[in-house]
């Protein structure tokens, strides 16, 4: 079975810094690309970022580009993402994923 579980967020003042991470199990890691996904109160789904499998590309949505980064670590089965300067913009539930199947998402409230 297929298990993907956030953590890493919280309430942090505008401008601040938060590190996501989301453990994968049930599946072969190293063979997908895994992306990150966020969804604000009221709002529909944006996807934020991507990495691919093996040669770890990575691509962002235009809103976090220069602000966030994806990583992943295929000896622990977690992909990441550190956020930087974040905005009150960036509120949301924040879900990783692979392929269509998500975790239950960690709460990021950006708020002074």
């Known amino acids: 079975e297929v298990q993907l579980v956030e953590s890493g967020g919280g309430l942090v003042q505008p401008g601040g810094s938060l590190r996501l991470s989301c453990a994968a199990s049930?599946?072969?890691?190293?063979?997908?690309?895994m992306r990150w996904v966020r969804q604000a109160p009221g709002k529909g789904v944006e996807w934020v970022s991507s990495?691919?499998?093996?040669?770890?590309?990575?691509y962002y949505a235009d809103s976090v580009k220069g602000r966030f980064t994806i990583s992943r670590d295929d000896a622990k089965n977690t992909v990441y993402l550190q956020m930087n300067s974040l905005k009150p913009e960036d509120t949301a539930v924040y879900y990783c994923?692979?392929?269509?199947?998500w975790g239950q998402g960690t709460q990021v409230t950006v708020s002074s």
């Open positions: 994923a692979k392929d269509n199947i």
């Open positions: 990495i691919s499998s093996k040669d770890y590309r990575t």
């Open positions: 049930g599946f072969t890691f190293t063979d997908y690309a």
